[in-house]
């Protein structure tokens, strides 16, 4: 069965560096998420990415945060300088179909863990 | 603004009674309502969705939800729960119109005692 891989599973960084998590999204996908989960909080929406641009970003998604779509197969999000309560549970996740009444499940990867010492 | 409750942080049931996980939401507008599950250490995996039509959803692995307009809930639920149901459960909701953006409930911890 198909599915959404992450790297790295685990990332320890000290605060003020930058941190690049990736994620391969399902192949015929077009549509890409990530989510984040601090330990113990909801899972809270970052941004949505389509057709090579964002298509909503969360007010969380500041302008420490970017994300890119670098090749066909990778799906990036850049933290440019780390801050403690970036540290989180990140989820990238995709879909086949957008929004409206085609409405469909995200595929969900298994998360990198960021912890900004 | 739009929002997702789970009253309880955890939910206790003997294997093979029936479970039930609460939801309520609060959006303007037509809700997209999800059901999603977090075994440990692995991603959210999709359970079942109500879009449109009828109020009571059929899903994965045995689970089923309904619909309630006038309560605004969506509650989860399984006639008879087996130990390896045990995980988080995930309410979320999307506007329609949304690239899938989705709110998320807090999680509701299933615990199902042999």
């Known amino acids: 069965e198909p599915e959404v891989t992450q790297t790295p599973s685990h990332q320890v960084t000290q605060m003020g560096q930058e941190v690049i998590l990736r994620c391969v999204p399902i192949s015929n996908h077009l549509y890409f998420y990530w989510y984040r989960q601090i330990l113990g909080q909801k899972v809270e929406f970052l941004v949505s990415?389509?057709?090579?641009?964002?298509?909503?970003k969360s007010e969380i998604f500041d302008d420490q945060f970017s994300v890119e779509r670098p090749d066909g197969s990778n799906f990036t999000l850049k933290i440019r300088s780390t801050k403690l309560e970036d540290s989180a549970m990140y989820f990238c996740?995709?879909?086949?179909?957008?929004?409206?009444?085609?409405?469909?499940?995200?595929?969900f990867g298994e998360g990198s863990r960021l912890t900004v010492l | 603004a739009q929002s997702v409750a789970q009253p309880e942080d955890q939910v206790n049931v003997a294997e093979g009674n029936p479970l039930t996980v609460k939801c309520t939401y609060s959006?303007?507008?037509?809700?997209?309502l999800f059901w999603y599950v977090q075994y440990p250490n692995r991603g959210l995996q999709f359970l079942l969705k109500y879009i449109t039509g009828d109020n009571l959803v059929k899903g994965s692995y045995g689970f089923e939800a309904e619909f309630n307009k006038s309560q605004t809930s969506f509650h989860l639920k399984k006639p008879s729960a087996l130990v390896s149901d045990s995980a988080l459960y995930f309410c979320a909701v999307s506007l329609s119109g949304g690239y899938n953006k989705l709110i998320f409930g807090a999680g509701t911890r299933l615990a199902v005692h042999p």
């Open positions: 990415f389509y057709n090579n641009e964002i298509s909503e």
């Open positions: 959006v303007s507008g037509n809700p997209y």
């Open positions: 996740a995709s879909s086949n179909l957008g929004g409206g009444a085609n409405t469909g499940e995200l595929f």
